[in-house]
């Protein structure tokens, strides 16, 4: 059993930054990818970023690509999301997730991002 606890949401003008934090409880932490999603009201969940589980390569959605960046801490069990010049669209619940025999299994409870115009 995988527990993922996110943190680092909030309100943030247009333009701003924000880093979200995704710490896990697992002891294999480091044996796993994790991806960061995001669903917005009355929307879908969609897919953000994702990381190996070495922390080596990266996936991102075209929405966020040169704006946000995702690393894995496997000392600290964490996974980070660096989210730079926010826009309106990025206001959502952010998700982390461990992937486990290629699926994404565990799910963190979510954290809120509001960014405001």
């Known amino acids: 059993q995988v527990q993922l606890v996110e943190s680092g949401g909030g309100l943030v003008q247009a333009g701003g930054s924000l880093r979200l934090s995704c710490a896990a409880s697992a002891r294999s932490f480091s044996r796993y990818a994790m991806g960061w999603f995001r669903q917005a009201l009355g929307k879908e969940r969609e897919f953000v970023a994702a990381?190996?589980?070495?922390?080596?390569?990266?996936d991102y959605a075209d929405s966020v690509k040169g704006r946000f960046t995702i690393s894995k801490d496997n000392a600290k069990n964490t996974v980070y999301l660096q989210m730079n010049s926010l826009k309106p669209e990025d206001t959502a619940v952010y998700y982390c997730a461990a992937e486990i025999d290629g699926r994404w299994e565990y799910w963190g409870q979510g954290t809120q991002v509001t960014v405001s115009s």
């Open positions: 990381v190996n589980w070495g922390g080596s390569l990266t």
